[in-house]
């Protein structure tokens, strides 16, 4: 069984960074896609960014276009770890982020994931 932990959100003005972390226990993270996804009060959950895997293509990033050039995702294999590093934050992107991980990344990037952390607040001052 696969659990996911975030850490790193909380209160940062407009044009600011954050960092996000989201450690893998249970399984090791190599053979997983793992990606960040957010949910604003009163609006639907929305895919912001992904670290897929197979075995034919290795590691590929993708990103929302709402966030390109902004956020980068990146993973340590090692630690078991995807990160989520988000610059020049805009007030929209104020939300509750959530770490996901799937076998399968088509699955992934669809949010239809095996596994979920359990959010981590990020709020965008105006």
């Known amino acids: 069984q696969v659990q996911l932990v975030e850490s790193g959100g909380g209160l940062v003005q407009a044009g600011g960074s954050l960092s996000l972390s989201c450690a893998v226990t249970?399984?090791?993270?190599?053979?997983?896609?793992l990606g960040w996804f957010r949910q604003a009060p009163g609006k639907e959950r929305e895919f912001v960014a992904a670290?897929?895997?197979?075995?034919?293509?290795?590691?590929?990033?993708v990103y929302a276009d709402s966030v390109k050039g902004r956020f980068t995702i990146s993973r340590d294999n090692g630690k078991n770890t995807v990160y989520l590093q988000m610059n020049s934050l805009k007030p929209e992107d104020t939300a509750v982020y959530l770490c996901?991980?799937?076998?399968?990344?088509?699955?992934?990037?669809?949010?239809?994931?095996?596994?979920w952390g359990q959010g981590t607040q990020v709020t965008v001052s105006s």
């Open positions: 996901a991980a799937d076998r399968d990344a088509i699955k992934l990037r669809r949010g239809a994931c095996d596994f």
């Open positions: 249970g399984r090791s993270s190599v053979s997983y896609s």
């Open positions: 670290s897929t895997w197979n075995m034919w293509s290795g590691v590929r990033t």
